[in-house]
């Protein structure tokens, strides 16, 4: 059983940047590869990009976030990061990290593990 925990979310305004940082515990974190998704309020959850088990590992990233977004992760720390850079309001939401066995997936229903989400708050 892994545990996740989301942290470095906030308010910032367009154009600004964070860097979102989850923490796993409980598992072999390099087993996992890893998701970060995101949910606004009346919406669906949704993919943002994910990271393959292993450090410097292939990565993907839905089209609205290319170019702005970078993911990474530190096998060593059992932590994953979403380096998030020229913010726009749409992209406010709850943002969650995911583990999954395997290759990475670019849908919820595939990951097994979840954090409880770190509130991204962009304003315009």
């Known amino acids: 059983q892994v545990q996740l925990v989301e942290s470095g979310g906030g308010l910032v305004q367009a154009g600004g940047s964070l860097r979102l940082s989850c923490s796993a515990s409980?598992?072999?974190?390099?087993?996992?590869?890893m998701g970060w998704f995101r949910q606004a309020p009346g919406k669906e959850r949704e993919f943002v990009s994910a990271?393959?088990?292993?450090?410097?590992?292939?990565?993907i990233y839905v089209d609205s976030v290319k170019g702005r977004f970078t993911i990474s992760r530190d096998n060593a720390k059992s932590a994953v990061y979403l380096q998030m850079s020229s913010l726009k309001p749409e992209d406010t939401a709850v943002y969650y990290c995911a583990a999954r066995r395997g290759a990475y997936g670019t849908q919820p229903k595939e990951y097994e593990f979840w954090g409880p989400g770190t509130q991204v708050t962009v304003s315009s």
């Open positions: 409980g598992g072999t974190f390099s087993s996992y590869a």
């Open positions: 990271i393959s088990w292993y450090s410097g590992g292939a990565t």
